[in-house]
């Protein structure tokens, strides 16, 4: 079964830039997605087709992707940043969708 | 806005079947162009996506959970479900229900707790 695989966890000071990876040999095909979710909250989509912000969507969020990796760059990481990032992606049919493992992205 | 909100019972016995509706508001889910998903979070770990309806019938799911899962619409009530079946404790987990393209959603209800347990 398809994967993409993302780090457990990202830790960075307040100010500084944020990085999250995404990875899965579909990624030159298909988009990554990326979702922030909040402890108690639904998830919220921050970043669509690999790099577009959706409306509300501060503009420190931006993503990228190339080859078989996608990023979520968050710069000028906030206190209020901090939370699980998930990407999400599908394998080369476009019909098994995945969800990465999530990354806990802690800003202190 | 689009607005939806998962219903059903919060407790369900090993080897029954989960039951969960979405209803939406701020939209019709007959209108072109949405698939309407489900995905769900085991405590603590991270989402699953389950699978999706689109044109109010076609489905297409997690081939993991393929042979127990099916998700339909209900254009008269503005309502799609969930049926799970056979559950186990493994399927224990917050169910969301969504809304989006055929590649994301963007609007997810808050999300409902099923524990499987006798």
């Known amino acids: 079964s398809y994967e993409v695989t993302q780090p457990p966890s990202v830790s960075v000071s307040p100010g500084q830039t944020a990085r999250i990876t995404c990875s899965g040999d579909a990624l030159p095909k298909k988009y990554a997605y990326w979702y922030q979710q909040k402890s108690g909250q639904a998830p919220v989509m921050v970043i669509f087709e690999d790099s577009k912000r959706p409306s509300g969507i501060p503009e420190r969020f931006s993503g990228s992707s190339s080859g078989t990796m996608a990023t979520l760059i968050i710069s000028g990481a906030q206190v209020d940043d901090e939370a699980d990032y998930y990407c999400f992606s599908a394998d080369s049919s476009g019909n098994h969708k995945v969800f990465g493992g999530g990354t806990k992205l802690t800003v202190l | 806005q689009v607005q939806l909100q998962e219903s059903g019972p919060g407790l369900v016995k090993p080897s029954e079947t989960l039951s969960l509706s979405c209803t939406v508001s701020g939209g019709s889910i007959s209108s072109g162009g949405y698939y309407w998903s489900w995905i769900r979070q085991h405590p603590g770990k991270g989402l699953e996506w389950i699978g999706y309806i689109y044109n109010s019938g076609t489905a297409y799911y997690n081939p993991s959970l393929k042979s127990r899962v099916t998700i339909s619409a209900d254009t008269s009530k503005n309502q799609f479900s969930l049926k799970l079946s056979s559950v186990t404790a493994a399927d224990t987990a917050v169910y969301y229900c969504?809304?989006?393209?055929?590649?994301?959603?963007?609007?997810w209800g808050q999300g409902t707790l099923v524990t499987v347990s006798s």
């Open positions: 969504a809304r989006g393209d055929e590649d994301s959603s963007d609007h």
